[in-house]
């Protein structure tokens, strides 16, 4: 108790001016109402960039978790699609037939530009010819289709959006494939057409359109969306249908990267046929 009365009268005059100085900070700011709006904005400004910065710091950490979901999601979406065996190799897994043949490769990657409102969209993945992806690969989502590899430099990839008027994709519906119109009309976000299927085929609302046998760049099963809306058109004997796609396009953040491993053989046999 001696040691603390000595310090205090030894230093006296600075604990005196400590405490004159914080009554008048506080009359101050208490008592004007321009400081205490200049000392509200400041403090508010402090505030909102220390909770930006813990933000971003979240976010960044939070990225491996989300690639790790995104990934499970992937490969539990490829267990109950496919009668065939999964394998992981770092960050990427393969998908083979029952003879343990290699027959798919899927690359994670991220998205770094995307657009989804224009009338042939694109977006920009951060993976390109160093991670072996080229043009014509397809790219899918958690939940569906993307699109397709346009080009590819050595760090980037840019792919041709599903809500793009030069997408083309075969609907299979109900075990059946469709070879006819599946497009994009730049009507709404996130909506497709299909025109050409006859009306005496059964479409239901609901009824789940995904890829089929015919496309090389997916496997077979991937879901491409599912019948929102079907018009009779009373003059044709075709129906007029809309499709919700799976992606949500406007919040695309994660995708894979297709690589089909038969691609180059299977494309020459087409090509001579």
């Known amino acids: 108790m001696q040691r603390l009365f000595a310090f205090i009268e030894h230093n006296f005059h600075i604990i005196l001016f400590v405490i004159l100085q914080t009554i008048c900070g506080f009359l101050i700011f208490s008592l ?10 400041a403090s508010m400004g ?20 989300q690639n790790i979901l995104l990934q499970n999601q992937i490969s539990q979406q490829f267990k109950e ?50 991670h072996g992806i080229k043009k014509n690969m397809g790219v899918i989502s958690s939940q569906g289709i993307a699109g397709v590899v346009l080009s590819s430099n050595r760090k980037f990839s840019a792919v041709m959006s599903l809500l793009n008027t030069n997408m083309k994709i075969t609907p299979h519906i109900n075990g059946q494939e469709y070879f006819t119109e599946m497009m994009w009309d730049n009507s709404k976000l996130n909506c497709l057409t299909i025109n050409g299927i006859n009306k005496l085929e059964r479409i239901n609302l609901g ?28 003059k044709s004997q075709y129906f007029e249908l809309e499709l919700k796609t799976a992606t949500n396009f406007r919040d695309l953040e994660y995708v894979f990267v297709i ?15």
């Open 259 to 273: 690589i089909n491993n038969e691609y180059s053989g299977l494309n020459d046999l087409l090509s001579n046929d």
């Open 46 to 65: 402090v505030t909102s960039s220390i909770n930006k910065l813990s933000s971003d710091v979240y976010s960044y950490w939070d990225l491996k978790s």
């Open 81 to 130: 699609s496919f009668p065939q065996s999964l394998h992981y190799l770092n960050d990427t897994f393969l998908i083979s037939d029952t003879s343990m043949h290699r027959l798919f490769d899927a690359i994670p990657a991220q998205v770094v530009f995307n657009t989804a409102y224009k009338t042939n969209n694109i977006f920009i993945i951060n993976k390109g010819l160093n």
């Open 207 to 234: 009824d789940v359109v995904s890829t089929g046998n015919s496309s090389l760049l997916f496997p077979k099963g991937i879901p491409v969306g599912h019948i929102s809306k079907i018009n009779n058109m009373p």
């Open 32 to 41: 004007n109402p321009y400081q205490q709006a200049t000392f509200s904005k």
